[in-house]
Every structure is written in C-alpha cells, then in structure tokens.
C-alpha cells in the first residue's frame, strides 16, 4: 500500500493561539485541517512567542524531543519542543521555543512600535528547530509549506543545510507570499549566522555582508522555493514580479478555496510522479 503523502506546515501564525483572527492566521489554522481530512497526514509547528498562554490554550513540553541545542553565532540555544491540540480539528500544533528568543516577551516581532533586534536569529532558531525536530521525530514530509517571513530560511536550510542526507530530497517547498512584511532590516551580519555546514558565500550572495530587508529574505526564500502561494490579496508587487521572473509554479490568492489548495498541492505531486 502507497503510504499517504505528508504536508509540513510551518507557519509565524495560527489562530487561536495568537489571538486577533486575521485572514493569514485563519488561513494557516484551517489548512491541516483541510489536507488532514483528505487524506494527507499533516505536522503543523509555529514559535511559541510570549503572548502565547500555555495554561488556556494546553500547552505541554514533550521531553522526548526538547533538549536538543542549536548553535547560532558559537553560541548554544536549547530547543523546547511544545505540543496543543486543536480538538475540533483533531490537529496538533508543534511549538518552538527557548527562553532567549520567545519566553515572557510582550508581542511577536517587537513591543510598543519597535522590531525586536534579534528577530534574525529568530528565524534562524525557528526554522532550525522545524527541521531538527522532524527529523527526530523520522517524519519525512512530501510538501513543506512555509507561511510568514520567520519561515523564510526553510527552503534554503532544506536544499543546502540537509543537502547531503536524504531526509529531504524529495520534498517540495511551498514559500506563501503574504502581505505582512518586517519593517526594521536585520543586520549586515546575518548572512554570516547561516553559512556553515553546506551553506556557501555564493548560495546566498543577494544577501551577503548586506542588512537583509523583508525582500531580500523573501527573494532568497523563493530561489530555493519549488512554487510559490499567494495567501494574501495583495502582495508586495517587486515579490511577485520576482517569483513570476522565476517561472516555479504559482497559486493565485484565494481565499479560503479548499479545492484550490487541494488541487494545486496535488498538482506538484503528479509532476513528481511524471519525473
């Protein structure tokens, strides 16, 4: 028997965990549970930012995956790995956290009108930590889809980072273009926190040695990216000109379509199978 294809969902936000029902949020809460009741088997994970409350929404630690350390700039970060259920959906939510990027902060990329200083590492630590975490768990996704620019190292971190195991190698990554951009570049020394174990100078040389604004990490994210998915109405214009430019497969924004998803997710699957 085939086994059932699988859908990573890696998302900067979720409804009901963060609290305002945006059409993004809502979009990223209903998506699992749209692939999940057709037949796809589904893990969701998100940062477990401060204004999350573990106590109302049921967060628990799982000990079994939590532990692990992720090195950014030589210094050691642990990773806690955080579960909740969505029970009318019969989904779980993974949550990535560590004490210095998430625990008891006020807002989620900053607090009274400023941008948090190390929402570079941030990324890094989030997106590292999706990975980490599903690799321990041996759950090897056929999709990855990556919703929000805090999952926008996935696709670089999947082909370049895992390039030498076959973990991954035969994922396709999903990157969402939406509408919520970051306002504060992260520092000239960002690109120097990525490379290492597989990730050259020239894999991400529009970003080196430079401050990296929101289209920058967007553009590196499409160039690793297997397809594209407008989840918002509007989009920066210079992004989807670029994604366009690229020729990878692109989904127009619609909404809260099922079928859409459903048909545009399969239709890379049967591109593989024709491969």
Known sequence: MKEPNRILFVSQQI???????????????????????????TRTFMPKFGEINERR???????????LNIIISEVDHPLLIKV??????????????????????K???????EEYKDNDE????????????????????????????????TPLFIKKLYADTPFFEKSKVIVSLDNDEYQTPFSSKFSNKILGGGILNSDIRGIAGLPVGYEDLMRLAIDYADAIVLSSETVN???????????????????????????????????EDEE
């Open 15 to 41: 409804y009901p965990y963060l609290d305002q029902e945006t059409p993004i949020r809502m979009l990223n809460r209903k998506l699992p549970e749209w692939f999940q009741s057709s037949g796809y088997e």
């Open 57 to 67: 929404n049921q967060l628990h630690e799982v000990i079994r995956l939590s532990g």
């Open 84 to 105: 909740a259920s969505i029970q009318s959906a019969r989904i779980q939510i993974y949550f990535i956290d560590n004490d210095d990027y998430f625990y008891r902060r």
């Open 107 to 113: 807002g989620i990329v900053g607090v009274d009108g």
């Open 122 to 153: 941030r990324s890094i630590f989030f997106a590292r930590g999706v990975l980490e975490t599903v690799k321990k768990l041996r759950w090897t996704p056929t999709i990855v889809y990556c919703s929000g620019w805090m999952s926008a190292l």
């Open 237 to 271: 214009q210079r992004l989807l000109n670029y994604a366009q430019n690229s020729g990878k497969p692109i989904m127009p924004y619609a909404g809260e379509d099922k079928e859409a998803y459903l048909n545009f997710y399969n239709s890379l699957l049967d591109k």
